[in-house]
Every structure is written in structure tokens, then in C-alpha cells.
């Protein structure tokens, strides 16, 4: 077996839910960043007089930067390391936040705010992989869902950053993610390894002993050259039978179409909900309450994911949650007249459609063999920011156009029902969804 079989045949150590926990960490800045111009928009639009549109396009700005930092930087993580990119992404990362706070003007900001969408872009089109490749087969669910939590866990503080600036100053919250970012850069610096499925694949100097010193950590016995050379002569057989290119075009595009989908879901359901609820009548802090009912159920819903993935096939359980999360979202909008019902339903759509997003982020890393992966999901990743920019704008457009608040919910809910037909003719392609996977997980 390669190193990422024997990893995911093995039982999980402290050691890998340490760097699962690294990723989430990371994953943490994710959720700070969006939700930090959501939350500081107000006081940004009052001090640099923006109109709605020019509002929107600082939004954008940095959701297009993430797009670009997701396909255009994690291609050099396949060829310089996970780690590397990540340290240069948190750099990024780091001087766009404290850039965005000392900004003199929007034009400053935008591009600043792009620079840390990049930065944003590299870091999860790097971590998904690392908690991936680190995780043990029964338990990729789990750690993938542990991670994608780390999302409402950075909003989560964002959101109480900017009620401590409120009434001061806005840079304050862009500060505070500046210096987090920098203590990321840290403390991955000091503390994250490198892929072994990298090392294998590319085997740079000193690869053999920084492979065996990352097994030992984990409990595993070491390697030898002749062992990885078997391994790598056995997939480099399976290549040439088949071809990459071929073999793959079809499950990459279909899983495009996957985060395409449940990104559109979980945008429109996280950007739009207070201001539809509003026209329908509910007053501002019953819709307040709706949208914090969705960001509570955010919390946990990746985390039941996880522990779902781990009795059935993550596929078939991100098919069940797709398919929950479109059926609640059509219950939700017509029940929020009954507030304590809405708030009960938002709970469930927020934990189904964030269990969505770690579902794709489990179903794609073992799609691609260790020297496409990050390119891989990189790229799977910025096809779905594609559908985080078109949904807002969709449900504009529509709205505009005399679309009622329902009928842009059912809309939604559609889209994300998509995904699961998508799921169906992935099987085929899924690896985990093989029989003598199945059976090695359930063992």
C-alpha cells in the first residue's frame, strides 16, 4: 500500500486530530474574513460613502479572490509542498487584513481585500487536502466535518469582535483578524508537517527521514525506499492501463457541479434570509433571530455529518443531506410566521447545509491520486466560490424582477436537490464507495 492507504486503514492518533485541528484553525480565518465585512459594512459604507453597489463589489471582491487563490496557487502545493503554500497563503493572508485596517479609501481596501481572498484561496485549498491525507479512512468524515465547523467558529467571533467595535472604530475587527492570521502563521510554522503524500510523490531531500519521523509521530512503522518504489510502481502501472486525463474529466466535473450547487445553497441561504423575512412581514429582530438560528445550526452541522460518514459512505450520506437540507429549506420559509418554528427549522437548514459543504470537501480529496490532489480540489473549490458570487446575484436579479421570498427559497432548494443527482453518477468514480473500502472502514 501507499502511505495514504496505510494511513487510512490505520486507527486515528493524537498526533493527526492535532493537525486536523491546525487545519480548523485555519479554516477559522475562512469564517472571520467573510463575516468581518458582512458585520463592519455599515460603519465602512458611512466612512468612505459607498453606494449599495460599490458595497457589494468590496464584497465581491474578496469572494473573487478567493476563487482565484483556490485555482490559481494550489496547483504550486502539488509541486512545492502543502506547507509552503500554506505559510506564503497565511502571509497573504496576514498583510491583507492589516491592510484592509490601515485602507484610506475603498479602492485601497478592494485590493486588499482581494489579497486576502487569495491568501483565503490557498489556505483551505491546502488544508481540506492535509486533514484529508492525515485522516484514517473510518474517520475522514469526522475530521473533514471537525474542520469545515471551523468556519462558523471564525464568524462566530467575528460577529462578537464587531459588537465590541460597535460605536468605535470598524478597523478594529480587521485588526483582530490580522493578528490572528499572523499567530496562525506561527504556530503552523512550528507545529504542521508535511503531507507524506507528498513527500512520497515528489520526494524532495531528506524526504525518507522527514516521512519516517511524521509515521512515528503518528505510530506507524517506517518506510523504505523499496517500499515507497513498489508503491509507486504499482499506481504508475494503473496509469499507464487507464490515463489520468480520461479517468478523471468525468468525476472532476461532476464534483464541480457538486460544490457549484451546495455553495449557491449555502450562500443565498446565509446572505439573503434576514432581508426576504423582512419583506414577509416579520420585524427586523424576529429576522435577525431566523439567520442566527441558521448560523447556530451551522456550528454543529458539519460535525454530524462527520459522525453520520462514519457508518455509511461519506457519498451516500452528503445525498441524504442534500436532499434534507432542500426539503427544510421549502419548510423553513413557509413557517417562519410561527417564530419559535421558524427558529426550530432555521437550526436544521443551517446544520444541513454547512453538513453539505463538509460533505464536499470529504467526497473530493479521494477522487484524485496525491500528485493532482490539491490541484484537484483547488479547482473544485473555485468553481464553488463561482456559485457563492452568481447567488446572491441570481436572487437579486429575481427579486428585482417580482420573485416572492418563497418562491426564491424553492428556487434555492431545487438547486441544492441538484447535487444529490450528481452524487448518484459519482459512484462510480468514488473509491469509498468500492466494497473492500466499505468493509476496511467498518472493521
Not at 342 to 356: H, K
Request: hydrophobic residues 55%; aromatic residues 8%.
Amino acid at each position: 500500500m501507499n502511505l495514504t492507504e496505510r494511513i487510512g486503514a490505520a486507527p486515528m492518533s493524537g498526533y493527526q486530530w492535532l493537525i486536523v485541528a491546525l487545519c480548523t484553525f485555519m479554516n477559522c480565518l475562512d469564517g472571520f474574513d467573510v463575516m468581518a465585512v458582512a458585520f463592519t459594512g455599515p460603519s465602512v459604507t458611512d466612512e468612505f460613502g459607498l453606494s449599495g453597489s460599490e458595497f457589494g463589489l468590496l464584497v465581491s471582491v474578496g469572494l473573487i479572490g478567493m476563487a482565484l487563490g483556490s485555482m490559481l496557487l494550489a496547483p504550486f502545493a502539488d509541486l512545492i509542498g502543502r506547507r509552503p503554500l500554506i505559510l506564503i497563503s497565511l502571509s497573504l493572508g496576514t498583510i491583507g487584513m492589516f491592510g484592509a485596517a490601515l485602507a484610506p479609501s475603498m479602492a485601497v481596501m478592494g485590493v486588499f481585500r482581494l489579497l486576502t481572498g487569495i491568501g483565503v484561496g490557498g489556505i483551505l485549498a491546502s488544508t481540506n487536502v492535509i486533514a484529508s491525507e492525515f485522516s484514517n479512512a473510518k474517520n475522514r468524515g469526522l475530521a473533514i466535518g471537525v474542520f469545515t465547523a471551523g468556519y462558523g467558529i471564525g464568524a462566530t467571533v467575528a460577529s462578537v469582535v464587531a459588537r465590541v467595535a460597535v460605536g468605535g472604530d470598524w478597523r478594529i475587527v480587521f485588526y483582530a483578524g490580522g493578528f490572528a492570521t499572523l499567530l496562525a502563521l506561527i504556530v503552523i510554522a512550528l507545529l504542521l508537517p508535511e503531507s507524506v503524500a507528498y513527500l512520497e510523490q515528489r520526494r524532495p531531500q531528506g524526504a525518507l527521514e522527514r516521512i519516517n519521523r511524521t509515521l512515528a509521530r503518528i505510530g506507524m512503522d517506517p518506510v523504505s525506499w523499496a517500499d515507497l518504489d513498489e508503491a509507486a510502481a504499482r499506481d504508475t502501472a494503473g496509469q499507464t492501463r487507464s490515463g489520468w486525463l480520461r479517468q478523471l474529466l468525468t468525476p472532476t466535473v461532476l464534483l464541480w457541479v457538486t460544490f457549484i450547487t451546495i455553495m449557491f445553497g449555502f450562500y443565498f441561504v446565509n446572505s439573503w434570509t434576514p432581508t426576504l423575512l423582512v419583506e414577509e412581514g416579520l420585524s427586523e429582530s424576529a429576522a435577525v433571530t431566523a439567520g442566527m438560528a441558521i448560523s447556530i445550526g451551522g456550528t454543529v452541522g458539519s460535525v454530524l455529518y462527520g459522525v453520520a460518514a462514519r457508518v455509511r459512505t461519506p457519498r451516500v450520506v452528503l445525498i441524504g443531506f442534500s436532499l434534507l437540507a432542500a426539503a427544510m429549506m421549502v419548510v423553513f420559509i413557509v413557517s417562519t410566521s410561527v417564530l419559535w418554528l421558524g427558529f426550530g427549522i432555521g437550526v436544521l437548514v443551517g446544520a444541513l447545509i454547512n453538513g453539505c459543504i463538509a460533505g464536499a470537501y470529504t467526497v473530493g480529496p479521494p477522487l484524485y491520486p496525491a500528485h493532482l490532489r490539491s490541484v484537484g480540489m483547488g479547482w473544485a473549490l473555485g468553481m464553488g466560490r463561482i456559485g457563492a458570487i452568481l447567488s446572491p446575484t441570481v436572487a437579486g436579479m429575481l427579486k428585482d424582477a417580482g420573485a416572492s421570498a418563497t418562491q426564491l427559497y424553492v428556487g434555492a432548494a431545487v438547486v441544492v436537490a441538484i447535487c444529490a443527482i450528481v452524487l448518484l453518477g459519482l459512484r462510480r468514480h468514488d473509491p469509498e464507495s468500492a466494497p473492500a473500502v466499505r468493509e476496511a472502514t467498518a472493521a
